[in-house]
């Protein structure tokens, strides 16, 4: 598969993966392994970033939709989304409101259409 493909099966952004994971191709016993056994460079971009668009958004509660409205469009580290956390800007308040509401809309109409599934 390719690296951009194999990146995000392992939530990790690409561009901070090493020079010969980004020009190989990842067949599914490497990705297993990688999954398994990940190697250090890994599991430091998994703690430490720079982290892929989907994770900042499940890390700070939004959507990427959000993201991007906040201008945010760079890939964040760890440290990063912390900060964000603990400044709790107006932006992010409206953002994880949104989301909420968002969801809580997406619950009901799955409930809805399992229940008329039922009838």
């Known amino acids: 598969m390719k690296p951009a493909t194999a990146a995000k099966k392992l939530g990790v952004y690409l561009e901070a993966t090493p020079e010969e994971f980004q020009a190989g191709v990842v067949s599914r016993d490497e990705l297993n392994e990688l999954q398994a056994n990940p190697p250090e ?9 720079p982290h892929p668009k989907q994770l900042i958004a499940q890390k700070l509660g939004i959507s990427t939709s959000g993201l991007v409205r906040a201008g945010l469009t ?12 603990d400044e709790n800007p107006d932006w992010l308040v409206r ?3 949104t989301f ?8 009901r109409l799955a409930e809805k259409a ?3 599934e039922q009838d």
């Open 41 to 49: 460079w890994l599991r430091d971009l998994r703690r430490n970033g």
């Open 74 to 85: 760079e890939a964040l580290t760890t440290e990063q989304i912390t900060a964000l956390k």
């Open 95 to 97: 953002e994880r409101a």
């Open 100 to 107: 909420k509401e968002f969801k809580a809309e997406e619950a």
């Open 114 to 116: 399992k229940a008329e």
